[in-house]
């Protein structure tokens, strides 16, 4: 049972246009949301959180917004940059003090020039 | 410079041959893990580990074993190998004490196929 789902396997963007990512969760126990971001033959890299207590948090072109209600989150890029073509995963994590972190299945973002 | 690293990068093997994954950190963190990346899965945790001598299972444990006796390795053992644990392997560590213990960093990974 999937308890994070990234529905779109891919997604490409015009440069400079926004990049939005979307992510839905089953578990109405998780309440810290993570994306991460993965190039080829690398390991992926955190890009920004947020808290259930949030519904949004920006850091300089990302921004992550929350809907609790529609067990939803989204990870916005603007604008879009040729360096930002990864694949990026949503991760979730039920209750402070469990190192239990569990990721979607990751969407492809590809820009294009 | 702050880094997981991994031990092989690439490994080919077969069925039922005993191997083992290395992992070190250098930034002294508590926390570790292990996941596996699958096509149309993601990334599962297999193991994970809050200190020395402190680990638990993930999501998929069936078929590994790990062990943490030093704080900065985390090692992953394959006992008896089998074609299904055919995947990227990636671990990670992060520190304790607040929300970004969360913001794990990970290890470049390891192909393993097991034929």
């Known amino acids: ?21 979307n992510c839905d969760y089953t578990n109405s126990m998780f309440d810290y949301f993570l994306w991460y971001k993965k190039y080829p033959a690398e390991g992926p890299t955190f890009l920004i959180s947020i808290s259930s207590i949030k519904d949004k948090n920006e850091d300089g072109r990302f921004t992550v917004f929350l809907n609790k209600s529609a067990k939803h989150l989204s990870l ?26 569990t990721f979607g299945t990751g969407t492809r973002l590809t820009i294009i020039p | 410079e702050a880094q997981v690293t991994q031990n092989p990068r690439y490994l080919i093997t077969v069925t039922g041959k005993k191997l083992t ?8 963190h508590e926390y570790m893990s292990w996941y596996r990346q699958d096509p149309g899965l993601g990334l599962r945790q297999i193991y ?3 200190n020395v001598e ?40 992060s520190s304790e004490g607040t ?8 290890g470049p990974g390891t192909r393993l196929t097991v034929t």
């Open chain 2, 54 to 93: 402190v680990t638990d299972k993930g999501d998929v444990p069936e078929g590994y074993k790990v062990s943490r006796k030093e704080k900065r390795n985390f090692p992953l053992i394959l006992e008896s190998p089998s074609p299904n644990q055919t995947s990227l392997y990636f671990c990670a560590s």
């Open chain 2, 48 to 50: 994970y580990s809050m």
């Open chain 2, 99 to 106: 929300r970004s213990s969360y913001e794990q960093y990970f």
């Open chain 2, 21 to 28: 994954v290395t992992c070190s950190q250098n930034m002294n």
């Open chain 1, 76 to 101: 916005h890029i603007v604008p879009s940059q040729p360096g930002d073509s990864a694949v990026y995963f949503c991760a979730a994590s039920a209750q402070f003090g469990n190192e239990k972190l």
């Open chain 1, 1 to 21: 049972d999937q308890q994070v789902k990234q529905n779109s396997p891919s997604l490409s963007v015009q440069e400079g246009r926004i990049s939005i990512l």
